[in-house]
């Protein structure tokens, strides 16, 4: 017990060595999770965000809003909290498999530095991917029977699907499993009925509050992701630069399929030999990508931030003491008499199902690969479960695990004073600096970015391409606009644009002021009007 703890400590350890100082050398990227971030901000019931949007996940963000107001404060938080969590989650999983305490705490922390965890962006799929391997790690601590088993993998996918909405599909695959069970169990005492009912009652809680995301929504998510993924592939086949904007996106999918084609169902009907090749080349990626993230995960997280050859050496020595303690013969006993949860692995093959479907019809993304890594973590435990090592007279289980979690501590200090130097951060300087101004009337924002998430909540924005007429001088009076931010992305939009050179010549008399914002050369034009 006392090693376990120990091995707890250690991966809340590589935890906070993963993200302390996270403001120093991560920026902010914006996309999807910005807008979830935006969500979390203005959280009501009902959620105007849409039941296909993560309520839940915006609920999360709101939630640690009540302790940490800042936005930018918040999207670091969220960032380093889900990180952490993913370690510590993969660490109680192992264990639950019964892998003995170092190697879950090894493997853990190897999964904790690799590029799945803390880079992945968007971060919403390690929400789901927490609550997963939450869900399973508990039904296998405990001995429950096998439709509470199924009662909490089912409900475990519908809280995934108010995250991401393709979890459903696992709500209803573990509801059908667990309703069979308890036909088959049939409890006789009416304590045992108390689980179904709590099912029932917190099942129709959710819907009432948010709907049901995959039947009672829009379903335009997913068929766009469809049509954006198909020109990715469509795209390197061709040997062509992919399109940069979703309106160009789109009208490529429909000048290849046809405009009567918009999902994967009308393209099997209407299009076979392109629909299938899709298909076909999204299961090769996803086969070489979760091999490379396997390798990714645990062999050069190893090294990643401090190689050198004489560690590789060190490490490649440690490696050949470990083969020489392993009791070869009593390793392969162990494996011979290892006996597979099966419907654990049933529970696993369900929650991980949307997934697996999504990187077949869609495309292989990373932030859904990342759920893959559960099922390769399983294979893992099943590999090294049965590993025995040698029996030596001074040196017992007891001392061989604490002498691995020594190992172990040190890699971790080894990483504290290797990992994350500070970097630029230009975004988040971005977004420090207009917060710092704290400007007094409603702001009237052009940007092509994310950056209205982090404004005042009174702000209108304007999005650069209504701007058409080539006088930009008459389109900020027109607009009103009081608030330019020039980030390297709007100057590159702007460079050849004759208008703009104009207003920027003489954006002096027209009551604008000019102020650096970070040290790459953004800058910040706003009405004089504004400044408090």
């Known amino acids: 017990m006392r090693l376990h703890w120990l091995g707890v400590f250690i991966v809340l350890l590589a935890g906070w060595v993963l993200v302390h100082d996270i403001t120093a050398w991560k920026d902010v990227e914006f996309g999807d999770e910005t807008t979830y971030l ?3 901000l203005t959280f009501s019931v009902p959620f105007i965000g849409g039941v296909q949007w993560g309520p839940l996940y915006a609920a999360w963000y709101a939630f640690w809003h009540l302790f940490i107001p800042d936005s930018l404060d918040l999207y670091y938080a969220n960032w380093a909290i889900l990180s952490v969590l993913a370690g510590f989650v993969a660490f109680l999983w192992f264990r639950s498999l ?4 170092a190697m879950s705490a090894w493997l853990a922390v190897l999964f904790l530095f690799s590029n799945q965890n803390l880079p992945l962006n968007p971060k919403i799929s390690i929400a789901p991917f927490c609550l997963i391997l939450g869900a399973l790690a508990l039904v296998h601590f405990n001995a429950w029977p096998q439709y509470v088993r199924f009662l909490v993998v089912a409900f475990t996918g519908l809280v995934c699907s108010y995250i991401r909405p393709e979890f459903y599909v696992s709500f209803l695959c573990a509801t059908v499993i667990a309703l069979g069970w308890l036909w088959k169990e049939a409890p006789k005492d009416t304590i045992r009925w108390v689980p179904l009912g709590s099912f029932v009652v917190a099942t129709l809680v959710l819907h009432l509050l948010f709907g049901n995301p995959l039947f009672g929504a829009d379903d335009s998510r997913s068929t766009v992701a469809f049509q954006q993924h198909f020109v990715v592939n469509y795209s390197a086949w061709n040997h062509q630069p992919e399109p940069s904007t979703i309106e160009s996106q789109l009208k490529l999918f429909h000048k290849v399929l046809g405009d009567d084609v918009q999902t994967f169902a009308d393209a099997v009907k209407k299009q076979p030999k392109w629909a299938f090749k899709h298909v076909f080349t999204n299961i090769t990626h996803s086969l070489t990508a979760n091999v490379k993230n396997a390798v990714d995960t645990f062999y050069q997280t190893l090294f990643r931030g401090w190689y050198s050859r004489w560690r590789t050496a060190f490490v490649g020595l440690i490696v050949l003491i470990f083969a020489g303690c392993v009791d070869y013969r009593r390793t392969f006993q162990n494996f011979q008499k290892t006996s597979v949860d099966f419907w654990g692995f049933v529970a696993v093959l369900v929650l991980l199902l949307p997934s697996l479907i999504a990187t077949v019809l ?15 973590f399983w294979l893992l435990a099943q590999v090294v479960k049965p590993i025995s090592l040698r029996n030596f007279s001074m040196f017992s289980q007891s001392l061989q695990g604490t002498v691995a979690l020594g190992v172990l501590l040190v890699f971790v200090g080894i ?3 290797s990992y994350s130097q500070p970097l630029p951060t230009p975004i988040a300087d971005n977004v420090r600096f207009i917060k710092a101004i704290q400007p007094t009337a409603r702001l009237r924002v052009l940007e ?11 702000s209108d924005w304007i999005h650069v391409e209504e701007y058409t007429s080539g006088n930009f001088t008459d389109f900020v009076k027109a607009k ?15 460079a050849k644009d004759a208008g703009f050179q104009a207003f920027l010549q003489s954006h002096a008399s027209l009551g604008f002021e000019k102020r650096l914002t970070n040290s790459i050369g953004d800058y910040l034009l706003i009405k004089q009007t504004l400044k408090p």
């Open 415 to 417: 990483r504290y004073f």
């Open 98 to 101: 019964k892998v003995s305490v």
């Open 480 to 494: 009103n606009i009081n608030f330019i931010l020039m980030t390297q992305d709007m100057q590159a939009y702007f």
């Open 38 to 40: 935006g969500s979390g």
């Open 362 to 376: 869609i495309y292989p993304r990373t932030h859904y690969l990342v759920f893959h890594l559960i099922l390769i």
């Open 448 to 458: 092509r970015d994310w950056y209205r998430v982090f404004l005042k909540e009174e």
